[in-house]
């Protein structure tokens, strides 16, 4: 059974005078434990499409599923991760982990054991009473994704959380994301404009065409060293390019007239 389903779903948005079509007929079916990369022109709806998932908007028309359930508003089995950290500077560390977990009433002294927890899990633990002004850029986004991880999410959205990091931090920030996902075993939905980072991460990628927006193709993404390979490894290994070039082409017939 799918843990995420779209079943054509479309999606306009109007005003006094117009209709806008952002998303037509959209059909996705993604399992549990999934990785999947969603890529496509700029002001194609990629980020449209998590905010379906998530519940924040509703479709015009079809069915957005979360575990065989209509998606009718935010759930606590959604997590999302921005562009920005968005920590709060009068917070310190351990502080700003415990947000989502405050908002969502869980048990204030487990969250706290689990953030502890998870922050020791993933080298941050000599940070816990450090402000976020103290962080490096990387840092700051291992905090943003610790923290969706203390409020127990199902599934994460990453809505482009690597694009302002400096290349070399987006590198390797990406492979620590990416094994801190695995190790979680939760369900992610990338959206990036990276076609290198979405090909290293997921399982599958998706292209998304022009407005009006469908999935165009799915590329399932399998090597012949292995499917376990980290995303650096993914990078050197054989079909990386063959994946990078088909993906590239198909963004280019999207953009061009």
């Known amino acids: 059974m ?5 079943k054509d779903v479309s999606l306009s948005y109007f005003t006094l005078k117009q209709e806008t079509e952002a998303l037509r007929e959209i059909n ?18 990629k980020s449209t499409l998590l905010s379906l998932i998530s519940g924040m908007l509703k479709p015009t028309k079809g069915e957005v599923l979360i575990d065989g359930h209509e998606v009718s508003g935010t759930s606590p089995k959604v997590g999302y991760m921005l562009q920005h950290d968005h920590l709060f500077e009068w917070r310190d560390v351990l502080s700003n982990l415990l947000v989502g977990a405050e908002i969502r009433r869980m048990d204030k002294k487990a969250a706290r054991q689990n953030a502890i927890e998870l922050l020791e899990r993933y080298g941050l633990g000599e940070f ?3 402000s ?4 490096s850029g990387g840092m700051r986004q291992r905090v943003a994704l610790i ?7 199902d599934i994460l959205l990453l809505d482009e959380p690597f694009s302002a990091l400096d290349y070399q931090t987006r590198l390797m920030l990406s492979e ?3 094994h801190i996902i695995k190790d979680q075993g939760k369900t992610a939905i990338l959206v990036t404009h990276d076609l290198s980072e979405a090909i290293s991460m997921a399982d599958r990628v998706m292209v998304m065409s022009k407005r009006p927006s ?9 090597f012949d ?6 995303p650096w490894k993914k990078r050197e290994a054989g079909r990386y390019n063959y994946y990078f070039n088909a993906i590239w082409k198909e963004l280019g017939d999207h953009v061009l007239p």
């Open 2 to 6: 799918a843990q995420i389903e779209l």
């Open 28 to 45: 996705l079916s993604i399992k549990a434990g999934e990785f999947i990369s969603i890529v496509g022109p700029s002001g194609c709806g």
């Open 128 to 130: 816990a009473q450090h």
């Open 132 to 135: 976020p002004s103290q962080l």
């Open 147 to 153: 923290r969706t991880l203390v409020a127990k999410p």
């Open 176 to 178: 620590e994301v990416f």
């Open 214 to 222: 469908t999935i165009s193709t799915v590329h399932s993404i399998r």
């Open 225 to 230: 060293e292995g499917d376990d390979l980290s």
